[in-house]
């Protein structure tokens, strides 16, 4: 019964220094839903495109249903091979019905000239039969759910014939109703025969669909499971692994501390991410919080709406005493200081000149201006010293940003947010991404200095040994919810792993 | 697409300016050789004649700079104003029809009354495109075109009808003493001329030395980091296509009450949109402005003789003016130019190693 339909041989994947893929083994049996479990950056997804020839090996042979692949091949001819990927961000053409962008790019497949309706209507109508889902075939992709839309990318892989579908991260962007209705549709196809690989890091879903799991753990496979023979608290565990790297930082006592912020009950509009669905969290004065979480479960949508770009639905926020509410643009201008994650499109404006970035941050400080105009040498003194104390290279304030290094353009954006001393509240999302070491380092003393002085810090990282680090308090995100906050030796990175993972306190009694 | 644009345009570079000019005119000779004219007499009777009237280059150049900074800054801004036309006209015949009026008001504060009277209308026709872009999403470039066609066909008949002014053409009464900007003796320029300048001016320091400005360029260059450094960009594209709009009408303001004294339906042909391809040659630099509108303004009033001359259409000064802002707006056209020479330099020095 179990025959081998894809052998992978130790793969290895580099990017840059680092290893995406250390020889990885793989196989998957036919007709079985084999689930990749693992944190963000595991190399799940480099796995899997490797498979599907997206990306190519370093090293290793990899065998598809008998046939040795070569080095470097394409997606199609893994397509040819029966392979088929339905991607995270879907790849449908928006203004076409749904027939069309089943068919389009296999339309030979069935069609000679022309455009013929009854034929494609015909084949449609066979593979309704053949999944057990109908959809409106003229409808176009964009008045479709997102559901609706990753059933379209199924039946189009599907329709070219595939034994092989790969799933990346396919629920994150669908309602619990809409997840229900997917795995049923799994389920089915498994009947059918079909193999089915789902790349995760969501716990209770290995659990609900999954034969057989493998984990991933920076870019290594860890260990290969049956799921029947295991349960979500060894699964999170070899996960995240056991060990405990960084030396924590001495937490304050905080009894007694005042609340800096509170944010109670936020939700915000539906759109392409995650919204928010409830949040409550509170900041407290002279404490570091630290938000750990899967990507894309509300953190963005956080940061936007602390940002005042994004307006919440509904809910409050309080700053001492104060229900900003709605009026949450204000925020920014009085007591928030942000260092977003994203800092060539967020944090700076690429094309202006160092002197400029830096500004933005101050434009609005009494002592700078002069009525409605700045006053130059002021301007020009206050900058040089904000320079040299964060020793931004090179110094020239009429470098454009663009031209800078990595590390330096992020010392700009924290240079201009941190000596914004009359601030009480700092977010600081995805802060040491992309840095070396040194600067990780600097970054870090920096957010705990900021704490000493008794302000508030909301840290948000995908990586949990710098939350454990850095926090004096872990609360966890998961689905636009804060799911648990409590004092960071509370929660050791089981419990961490379970919460993220979605899982429940009941299941982590277990 | 519009930052895009943002992007291509970084600052005003003088050397990538005069090498597309160098290279149009050298383009637009080849193009003469075919119509069997003498490229040399031709620029000769262009230039010559620019140099003999720069009185009247300057009084173009004064309309020209105002147009200039009508595209300038609302694309500073992140907006693209292509109704430099529209608004001209109407800032034009507000002036004119106000300053026309006896009102009563003493000298000077008569023409202050007008040239307010003609930003605001400038003001509104572009805050109607802004408000149409920014609460309906309708794109600025397509409606402020479309007001164009429809300015000009209102403005001809407010003209010909309500406000005609002569019984033998469509022009205004003539505007009064009062409301006149002072002319220089024997010179064809009036104060209108400093007036642009000082704006332009005006224009670049509050760009560089102003937090507003500041808000303003970042918002049209990067709106999502300005956005979470807590500047409202749409307020800024709508100051932008505003502050657009008033140059514009004072432009055409300028003119009728401080060159012609009088609004003729055909006084401001093609400025508006000569205005974009000034604001593009100096990359919105307002300080650029001042030189690229100078130069357009010399091939204009050069090309007025080049014809009766040379027997050269005018058309030929459009044709070379496309060249020229073709070859600015080419992404990095001179660049790749600079780069093609590099790579073959260094192929025949590889070469040379290999041989040697």
Not at chain 1, 45 to 50: A, E, G, P, R
Not at chain 1, 467 to 483: C, K, P, Q, W, Y
């Amino acid at each position: 019964m179990t025959t081998t339909i894809i052998q992978m041989q130790q793969i290895s994947k580099c990017f840059g220094n680092s290893y995406a893929n250390d020889s990885v083994d793989l196989e998957v049996f036919k007709g079985e839903i084999l689930a990749l479990l693992g944190e963000n950056g595991a190399g799940k997804s480099t796995l899997m495109k490797i498979l599907f020839g997206l990306y190519s090996r370093d090293r290793g042979n990899i065998e598809i249903d008998g046939t040795r692949m070569p080095m470097v091949y394409s997606p199609s001819d893994a397509m040819h091979l029966g392979i088929a990927m339905v991607h995270q961000h879907f790849k449908l053409v928006e203004s076409l019905p749904v027939a069309e962008n089943i068919v389009l790019g296999a339309e030979d497949k069935i069609l000679k000239v022309t455009y013929d309706r009854k034929k494609v209507r015909a084949e449609l109508d066979k593979l309704y039969e053949f999944t057990g889902i109908t959809l409106p075939s003229d409808t176009l992709i964009r008045d479709l759910p997102l559901g609706e839309r990753q059933r379209v990318e199924i039946l189009k892989a599907l329709f070219r014939g595939c034994k092989v579908l790969i799933l990346d991260e396919p629920t994150t962007v669908l309602t619990p109703q809409e997840t229900e209705n997917l795995f049923e549709l799994l389920r089915h196809l498994r009947k059918q025969g079909m193999t089915i690989l789902i790349i995760t890091h969501k716990l209770a879903e290995v659990l609900a669909l999954s034969d057989r799991v493998v984990v991933m753990r920076r870019g290594k496979l860890v260990k290969t499971l049956k799921t029947a023979e295991t349960n979500a608290a060894e699964l999170a565990n070899t996960m995240v692994g056991y060990e405990l790297k960084s030396a924590k930082v001495i937490p304050k006592s905080c009894l007694g501390l005042p609340i800096a912020m509170c944010l109670d009950d936020l939700h915000t509009v539906q759109d392409q991410g995650c919204s928010l669905k409830g949040l409550n969290l509170s900041l407290f004065s002279g404490r570091v919080v630290g938000i750990a979480g899967v990507d894309g479960n509300g953190q963005s949508e956080l940061v936007e709406v602390l940002a005042g770009i994004r307006k919440p639905t509904s809910g409050s926020i309080t700053i001492k005493g104060e229900n900003i509410g709605k009026r949450n643009d204000a925020l920014r201008q009085k007591s928030i200081r942000i260092i977003p994650e994203d800092r060539h499109c967020q944090g700076l404006v690429l094309p202006l000149t160092l002197q400029d970035n830096l500004l933005l941050g101050f434009r609005n400080r009494k002592e700078l201006r002069i009525g409605p105009v700045f006053r130059i040498k002021e301007v020009r003194n206050f900058l040089e010293r904000i320079i040299t104390d964060f020793d931004i290279r090179p110094g020239v304030r009429t470098q454009k940003v663009q031209l800078m290094s990595g590390g330096n353009q992020q010392k700009v954006v924290l240079a201009r947010e941190l000596s914004q001393q009359e601030m009480q509240i700092t977010v600081a999302s995805q802060p040491t991404r992309g840095l070396d070491v040194g600067a990780i380092q600097f970054t870090h003393s920096q957010i705990i200095g900021l704490r000493d002085e008794g302000k508030a810090v909301l840290l948000i990282s995908s990586d949990l040994d710098e939350i454990r680090a850095l926090s004096d308090e872990i609360a966890v995100i998961h689905n636009g919810r804060i799911v648990v906050q409590k004092a960071a030796d509370q929660l050791d990175r089981l419990q961490l792993g379970l919460y993220m993972g979605g899982g429940t306190a009941e299941e982590e009694k277990e | 697409m519009k930052r895009d644009l943002g992007l291509h345009l970084k600052a005003f570079n003088l050397g990538k300016t005069l090498f597309s000019i160098g290279f149009a005119l050298f383009l637009g000779a080849i193009f003469l050789l075919f119509l069997k004219a003498s490229p040399s007499q031709v620029y000769g009777v262009m230039f010559d004649k620019a140099f003999k009237s720069f009185d009247l280059v300057l009084r173009r150049a004064m309309v020209l700079m105002m147009a200039g900074l009508a595209v300038a800054i609302p694309m500073k801004s992140g907006m693209f104003n292509m109704g430099g036309e529209g608004q001209i006209i109407a800032g034009g015949l507000t002036a004119a029809i106000v300053g026309g009026m006896d009102l009563g008001l003493p000298g000077g504060i008569h023409m202050l009354f007008a040239l307010l009277c003609a930003m605001l209308v400038g003001m509104l026709l572009a805050g109607f495109s802004a408000l149409l872009s920014l609460k309906r999403n309708v794109s600025e470039v397509i409606s402020t075109i479309m007001m164009n066609n429809i300015l000009a066909y209102i403005v001809t008949w407010l003209v010909m009808n309500p406000f005609r002014g002569s019984e033998f053409s469509p022009q205004t009464k003539k505007v009064l003493e009062t409301a006149r900007i002072k002319g220089f003796p024997e010179v064809e320029f009036s104060w209108g001329l400093i007036f642009a300048v000082v704006l332009c001016m005006l224009t670049w320091f509050f760009l560089e030395k102003t937090p507003k400005g500041l808000e303003l360029k970042a918002a049209g260059l990067n709106p999502v980091a300005s956005r979470y450094q807590g500047i409202n960009t749409a307020r800024m594209g709508r100051w932008g296509m505003l502050l657009g709009g008033i140059a514009a009408s004072l432009g055409g303001a300028f003119e009728v009450l401080g060159g012609a004294y009088v609004y003729t339906d055909d006084s401001f042909l093609q400025y508006g949109f000569d205005g974009i391809a000034i604001a593009f040659m100096a990359s919105n630099n307002p300080i650029g402005i001042i030189i690229t509108s100078i130069f357009m303004a010399m091939i204009r009033i050069g090309s007025l003789v080049v014809s009766r001359k040379t027997g050269v259409s005018t058309s030929f000064v459009s044709v070379f003016q496309g060249l020229i802002i073709t070859l600015l707006v080419v992404p990095s056209f001179s660049d790749s130019i600079f780069t093609f020479f590099k790579r073959i330099f260094s192929r025949k020095q590889k070469m040379g190693e290999v041989l040697a």
